[in-house]
């Protein structure tokens, strides 16, 4: 094969309480990446999408993630990509991610496989580096291995692959953009053991929740007392979001990744059409354009179409 395309999934990072290490993957929406080896050195990107997102390869997510792999692979010489997204960037649902964990799975697809998924992940971390100044993982991650993830570590890279139960989850992208690379300049660098040990007690309870597929746990285990106090206020209507989805018969929600979606997990899917209905009630009063899906969690990841 000579021209390799994939879907690549949106995913919710932090996952409330796991702030850059617990993420999951989503099945809706997607990016639609296509590759082929060129015989111009390096990546060429083409865009068709509105976004304009930078073609120069070091400066756009997918190139620097195929340029990382690239720097592996010495007898290829160069790869032509065609992006697509349909995740809107700045949205807080991994749209970077998406691009970036796209684009070397496909790839590697096109390499017979050759690279294992925590080299992937290792490679797509480069394009994370750009969107947003640092490596994280937690939209890489799921997007490569689907499902829940834990990332244990970055250095050395150890990612656990968490069980979950079905669930449903419903996100609201109001119409405003938040820059991760803003959202983390305003984070508190140094926080009281008090906040920590809640912290730590809810991620811990949270990965259990998942395993042991006890929803009642898994909802009072989404609580963040370090992060959540602090980026919520560039949220229009988050408070009054999180209270009535949750009145509604959410398990529990917050800030997708950096934001500016919103999650709320349920474990039906009626709940999940009601939980849309309360958020859109609450931005049409409020006045701000939003976006709104009801989808459940992708355990495949990236995965290849034919076109
Ligand atoms: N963990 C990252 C953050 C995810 O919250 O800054 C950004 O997509």
């Given at each position: 094969?000579?021209?390799?395309?994939?879907?690549?999934?949106?995913?919710?990072?932090?996952?409330?309480?796991?702030?850059?290490?617990?993420?999951?993957?989503?099945?809706?929406?997607?990016?639609?990446?296509?590759?082929?080896?060129?015989d111009v050195r390096g990546v060429t990107i083409?865009?068709?999408?509105?976004?304009?997102?930078?073609?120069?390869?070091?400066?756009?997510?997918?190139?620097?993630?195929?340029?990382?792999?690239?720097?592996?692979?010495?007898?290829?010489k160069g790869f032509q990509l065609i992006s697509?997204?349909?995740?809107?960037?700045?949205?807080?649902?991994?749209?970077?991610?998406?691009?970036?964990?796209?684009?070397?799975?496909?790839?590697?697809?096109?390499?017979?496989?050759r690279f294992s998924k925590e080299d992937l992940?290792?490679?797509?971390?480069?394009?994370?580096?750009?969107?947003?100044?640092?490596?994280?993982?937690?939209?890489?991650?799921?997007?490569?291995?689907?499902?829940?993830?834990?990332?244990?570590?970055?250095?050395?890279?150890?990612?656990?692959?968490?069980?979950?139960?079905?669930?449903?989850?419903?996100?609201?992208?109001?119409?405003?953009?938040?820059?991760?690379?803003?959202?983390?300049?305003?984070?508190?660098?140094?926080?009281?053991?008090?906040?920590?040990?809640?912290?730590?007690?809810?991620?811990?309870?949270?990965?259990?929740?998942?395993?042991?597929?006890?929803?009642?746990?898994?909802?009072?285990?989404?609580?963040?007392?370090?992060?959540?106090?602090?980026?919520?206020?560039?949220?229009?209507?988050?408070?009054?979001?999180?209270?009535?989805?949750?009145?509604?018969?959410?398990?529990?929600?917050?800030?997708?990744?950096?934001?500016?979606?919103?999650?709320?997990?349920?474990?039906?899917?009626?709940?999940?059409?009601?939980?849309?209905?309360?958020?859109?009630?609450?931005?049409?009063?409020?006045?701000?354009?939003?976006?709104?899906?009801?989808?459940?969690?992708?355990?495949?990841?990236?995965?290849?179409?034919?076109?």
């Open positions: 094969m000579n021209q390799i395309t994939v879907h690549s999934p949106a995913t919710v990072a932090n996952v409330v309480c796991g702030f850059d290490i617990l993420g999951f993957a989503l099945n809706e929406p997607n990016d639609e990446l296509t590759i082929s080896l060129s083409i865009n068709e999408d509105d976004y304009q997102l930078p073609t120069k390869a070091e400066d756009n997510v997918s190139g620097a993630a195929l340029l990382a792999l690239l720097s592996e692979t010495p007898d290829i697509k997204k349909n995740i809107k960037p700045g949205s807080g649902i991994g749209s970077s991610a998406a691009s970036a964990a796209g684009s070397v799975v496909a790839a590697n697809i096109l390499l017979n496989n992940v290792r490679f797509a971390m480069f394009g994370e580096k750009v969107a947003s100044g640092v490596k994280h993982a937690d939209n890489i991650a799921p997007a490569i291995y689907g499902g829940v993830t834990l990332i244990r570590s970055i250095f050395p890279l150890d990612v656990i692959s968490i069980d979950a139960p079905e669930l449903y989850v419903t996100i609201v992208h109001p119409q405003i953009e938040v820059k991760t690379s803003d959202a983390r300049q305003i984070l508190k660098q140094r926080i009281l053991l008090k906040d920590a040990i809640k912290q730590w007690g809810n991620i811990a309870g949270l990965v259990a929740g998942f395993i042991n597929h006890d929803y009642d746990l898994i909802g009072r285990s989404l609580e963040d007392v370090i992060i959540e106090p602090v980026r919520s206020i560039l949220i229009p209507g988050f408070d009054e979001i999180k209270l009535k989805c949750k009145e509604a018969g959410a398990l529990g929600g917050g800030i997708s990744g950096s934001g500016p979606s919103i999650f709320m997990l349920s474990q039906h899917a009626s709940t999940a059409k009601i939980v849309e209905d309360v958020m859109k009630d609450i931005y049409n009063r409020i006045g701000l354009a939003y976006h709104t899906h009801v989808t459940t969690i992708n355990k495949q990841g990236v995965k290849q179409i034919v076109l």
